[in-house]
């Protein structure tokens, strides 16, 4: 059986790493939708009702 790798955090992360790396999340999950569906799916957002989220993904 192969070992996965070990992971590996920094202690600290600085409000520049967490920028950059939100900011490309972002980016890379706009055109499929992940990270509003990832937001709806655990309710840190909730759309008006009546409205499918994808009315929202794109304004």
């Not at 980016?27 to 994808?54: K, R």
């Amino acid at each position: 059986m192969t070992r996965p790798p070990e992971l590996r955090i920094v202690e600290k992360v600085t409000r520049k790493q967490g920028e950059t790396f939100a900011d490309w999340w972002i980016n890379a999950s706009d055109s499929s939708g992940a990270l509003t569906e990832a937001c709806s799916e655990v309710h840190l957002m909730t759309w008006p009702e009546g409205q499918p989220v994808a009315d929202h993904q794109n304004p």
